[in-house]
């Protein structure tokens, strides 16, 4: 079932140490932050989400990743618990709620060697610099979806690599064969994560001393 594009899912939240274990490779975190290019982001879908990155797990190192565009630093990798515990560096939780979505055919469209195409291809794409310059660029496209330029409603702005968070995991996923149903705005935004049928969720997170 579908989670709504404008509220956050009610429900009991579950503590990350208490959910780790049934988390999967290609498992979807699904933000609803308040920064400021989160507030863009919302503003230009109309949604409460912001922000989405996929989880992989090294279990040979007991670490479960999170795989992310993240603006202004790029493509990176952080393990998923610093979310929880110390997002910012100073012992702060992601400001933001939180859930953990997974798509129902991720795992059998998820062969070995399509799993290692998307894994090689996610990697290569770490490190890349964000400039202002980009981050302009990422900022019109969000704009050219609300105004619309005389575009075709379905045509698709493309990224010339200087991804939004939900284009870099949905550009991920075409590589096992799996798309993401867009907003035929211009661009995959988080909130198409969250309102595709496909996707069910699987726990909303506990921030430390919340309810």
Request: with cysteine; proline share 4%.
């Amino acid at each position: 079932m579908a989670l709504k594009r404008r509220s956050f899912p009610r429900g009991r939240r579950v503590p990350y140490d208490q959910i780790r274990a049934e988390l999967r490779d290609g498992d979807i975190l699904l933000c609803a932050g308040r920064g400021v290019f989160s507030t863009m982001i919302q503003k230009a879908t109309r949604s409460v989400w912001s922000h989405v990155g996929f989880i992989q797990r090294l279990d040979h190192v007991d670490r479960l990743m999170l795989l992310e565009s993240v603006e202004p630093i790029g493509v990176r990798t952080v393990p998923l618990a610093k979310y929880l515990t110390d997002y910012d560096a100073r012992g702060n939780a992601y400001p933001g709620g939180m859930v953990v979505i997974r798509h129902r055919d991720f795992e059998s469209h998820a062969t070995p060697a399509k799993l290692r195409r998307l894994t090689q291809y996610a990697v290569d794409q770490f490190g890349y610099p964000y400039d202002r310059s980009q981050i302009a660029r990422m900022a019109a496209r969000i704009l050219a979806s609300v105004i619309s330029f005389n575009r075709r409603e379905h045509e698709r702005i493309e990224a010339n690599n200087a991804f939004i968070c939900s284009e870099y995991v949905a550009r991920c996923y075409e590589h096992i064969k799996l798309k993401v149903k867009w907003n035929r705005k211009g661009f995959i935004a988080p909130a198409d994560f969250a309102c595709d049928s496909k996707f069910d969720l699987v726990g909303i997170l506990k921030r430390p001393g919340r309810g």
